[in-house]
């Protein structure tokens, strides 16, 4: 099961504009994460956002976190080339097959960022 | 891609063999995770591991057997019986308090003709 969803799928800018992706899920969270991919790698953890927090920087990252709408954006301001990966929101959730919980992700967001 | 590291990188194989794929990390975590990713998808868990000698399944754990006898190491037999095999596989590992971060290994393709 998807618990986050990211919107748009893709994204496509210029070098130094900024890109903005948004992050949707359906239960209640302890944090909220965002992950990168470059392409035929593994994720790399950008930034974690617990529950009580509204926003976090990292850099040129910048997290808004919205409980009472259950969504998330991610920020990438003065975008890079070196940029372009998918970027995926994860969350906290039940394994269905247990009682254990397990990160589950969304389909990510393609950003290629046009130098 | 941290202290966790996955080969072989690309794995060719042919229909109705086994095949394991290696995960190893040095970052003393607890828990270890295994992942499928399709192309444009997002990743969906097929076993996990909390502690050594302890795995449980994911939500789509069929077609798939592990293992984990040392806390470095958490390999994933794709078997015969697995419909659909041909994927990115991804391992990941944790601390063992939930909700915190995972760290993922590069991944391993997987082609089954």
């Known amino acids: 099961s998807q618990q986050g969803e990211e919107d748009p799928q893709a994204l496509s800018i210029q070098e130094g504009e900024n890109a903005t992706m948004n992050c949707s899920y359906k239960t209640s969270i302890n944090n909220l994460q965002w992950y990168r991919q470059n392409s035929g790698r593994g994720l790399v953890h950008l930034i974690l956002i617990r529950s009580n927090e509204r926003e976090k920087h990292s850099g040129r990252l910048r997290v808004t976190l919205d409980t009472s709408k259950k969504s998330s954006s991610l920020l990438i301001t003065a975008s890079r080339a070196a940029d372009t990966a998918s970027y995926f929101c994860?969350?906290?959730?039940?394994?269905?097959?247990?009682?254990?919980?397990?990160?589950?992700f969304g389909s990510g967001t393609q950003l290629t960022v046009l130098p | 891609d941290g202290g966790i590291t996955q080969s072989p990188k690309y794995l060719f194989r042919k229909e109705g063999q086994n095949v394991t794929l290696s995960c190893e990390q040095n970052l003393n975590h607890d828990a270890m995770y295994w992942y499928r990713q399709d192309p444009g998808q997002g990743l969906r868990l097929i076993y996990y591991?909390?502690?050594?000698?302890?795995?449980q399944k994911g939500d789509i754990a069929e077609g798939y057997s592990v293992s984990r006898e040392k806390k470095e190491s958490f390999p994933l037999t794709v078997t015969s019986a697995q419909k659909n095999p041909t994927a990115f596989y991804l391992c990941?590992?944790?601390?063992?308090?939930?909700?915190?971060?995972?760290?993922f290994g590069p991944g391993t393709r997987l082609t089954v003709t």
């Open positions: 990941a590992s944790a601390r063992a308090e939930i909700d915190y971060e995972q760290y």
């Open positions: 994860a969350t906290w959730s039940l394994v269905s097959s247990g009682s254990a919980r397990q990160l589950t």
């Open positions: 591991s909390q502690i050594v000698n302890d795995f």
